[in-house]
């Protein structure tokens, strides 16, 4: 006969695979007596597990919804699909990328070695359709990820933008998604400030152990500090435009979170940059409002060039003996 801890979790298993069990199927399943799983179910709902039962010859147990989430066995199979699900929608767009996360890493740190060779092995089968992207490395996410939950300083190597690496010793503070790449704020214990760290430039090294009191985060808004450290680090081209549409409606379409002075009710003025000023002004005419270039000669040439080509394209499409 199998230990009490075991027998539980067995029912458990057996709870979570099918709706309904008579009392008597999970007697005979766990090799007890059908007062056994009695006492056995009464242990379950103690530990928050919400177990209903039906009396009556036609009565049995059923795993029901509750209050709280309780813990859930999960089978080789099931492990790894979760596994690889969570890794996947870490690095999308979904709006749930930190949380997915969290509960990889959390995931991870009990899976048995053989499931993680499972899991590595479908990531590395695994290809990415050409001109997306290429996917992140989830081990070392997942080891950032854990740092940040356990509030552990984090030593890790990182290449620069220049190609040369330097070991940075840190308090891991929050990770931040944006777009395809994860950024880490951290408290850089070497220079004493905040530093953002592009995770795919990280080389962690092995776990410190030692754990820290969470430092207040900058200006209280982790993603626009994050956002405005990185984005103006990285702009190579500036503009300001008058944008003849609501603040809040300029707001709602851009891509990352910028300042935006209202003007007035319909228009306001947007400080923005771009490695590309053509890329920049293609994606600016999806405002759908007017624009008005108040600094920036790089982003007004480039409206330039796009209407010019706008134009080539329009009058290509007019039909023959239809005047343009």
């Given at each position: 006969?199998?230990?009490?801890?075991?027998?539980?979790?067995?029912?458990?298993?057996?709870?979570?695979?099918?709706?309904?069990?008579?009392?008597?199927?999970?007697?005979?399943?766990?090799?007890?007596?059908?007062?056994?799983?009695?006492?056995?179910?009464?242990?379950?709902?103690?530990?928050?597990?919400?177990?209903?039962?039906?009396?009556g010859v036609a009565g049995g147990y059923r795993l029901?919804?509750?209050?709280?989430?309780?813990?859930?066995?999960?089978?080789?199979?099931?492990?790894?699909?979760?596994?690889?699900?969570?890794?996947?929608?870490?690095?999308?767009?979904?709006?749930?990328?930190?949380?997915?996360?969290?509960?990889?890493?959390?995931?991870?740190?009990?899976?048995?070695?053989?499931?993680?060779?499972?899991?590595?092995?479908?990531?590395?089968?695994?290809?990415?359709?050409?001109?997306?992207?290429?996917?992140?490395?989830?081990?070392?996410?997942?080891?950032?990820?854990?740092?940040?939950?356990?509030?552990?300083?984090?030593?890790?190597?990182?290449?620069?933008?220049?190609?040369?690496?330097?070991?940075?010793?840190?308090?891991?503070?929050?990770?931040?998604?944006?777009?395809?790449?994860?950024?880490?704020?951290?408290?850089?214990?070497?220079?004493?400030?905040?530093?953002?760290?592009?995770?795919?430039?990280?080389?962690?090294?092995?776990?410190?152990?030692?754990?820290?009191?969470?430092?207040?985060?900058?200006?209280?808004?982790?993603?626009?500090?994050?956002?405005?450290?990185?984005?103006?680090?990285?702009?190579?081209?500036?503009?300001?435009?008058?944008?003849?549409?609501?603040?809040?409606?300029?707001?709602?379409?851009?891509?990352?979170?910028?300042?935006?002075?209202?003007?007035?009710?319909?228009?306001?003025?947007?400080?923005?940059?771009?490695?590309?000023?053509?890329?920049?002004?293609?994606?600016?005419?999806?405002?759908?409002?007017?624009?008005?270039?108040?600094?920036?000669?790089?982003?007004?040439?480039?409206?330039?060039?796009?209407?010019?080509?706008?134009?080539?394209?329009?009058?290509?499409?007019?039909?023959?003996?239809?005047?343009?």
């Amino acid at each position: 006969m199998m230990e009490t801890s075991a027998r539980l979790l067995e029912l458990l298993s057996l709870l979570q695979l099918r709706r309904d069990w008579t009392g008597s199927e999970l007697a005979d399943r766990l090799g007890v007596s059908t007062r056994t799983v009695r006492a056995d179910v009464g242990k379950l709902r103690s530990l928050g597990y919400p177990v209903d039962a039906r009396p009556g010859v036609a009565g049995g147990y059923r795993l029901a919804a509750g209050t709280a989430m309780p813990p859930l066995l999960l089978d080789d199979e099931e492990a790894v699909a979760v596994a690889v699900g969570l890794g996947a929608v870490a690095t999308s767009r979904l709006g749930v990328e930190e949380t997915s996360l969290t509960a990889l890493a959390k995931l991870e740190q009990v899976l048995p070695s053989r499931l993680r060779r499972r899991v590595e092995a479908v990531r590395e089968a695994t290809s990415v359709v050409p001109g997306a992207e290429p996917p992140l490395d989830l081990s070392v996410l997942g080891v950032v990820a854990a740092a940040v939950r356990a509030h552990e300083r984090l030593r890790f190597g990182y290449t620069k933008p220049g190609g040369s690496e330097a070991a940075r010793h840190t308090e891991p503070q929050r990770l931040v998604s944006w777009g395809a790449r994860w950024y880490l704020l951290a408290w850089d214990l070497d220079r004493d400030d905040w530093r953002v760290f592009r995770v795919d430039r990280m080389m962690p090294r092995p776990a410190t152990g030692v754990r820290f009191r969470p430092r207040m985060i900058p200006e209280g808004k982790v993603v626009e500090y994050v956002v405005a450290r990185v984005s103006r680090a990285a702009w190579k081209y500036r503009a300001r435009v008058l944008v003849h549409a609501p603040a809040a409606e300029v707001a709602a379409k851009l891509f990352v979170p910028l300042e935006i002075e209202a003007v007035d009710e319909s228009s306001c003025r947007v400080e923005l940059g771009s490695d590309d000023p053509d890329r920049l002004a293609l994606w600016m005419t999806q405002l759908g409002a007017d624009i008005e270039v108040i600094e920036g000669d790089e982003l007004a040439e480039a409206f330039d060039r796009l209407a010019d080509r706008f134009r080539r394209a329009a009058g290509s499409a007019v039909a023959p003996g239809h005047p343009a």
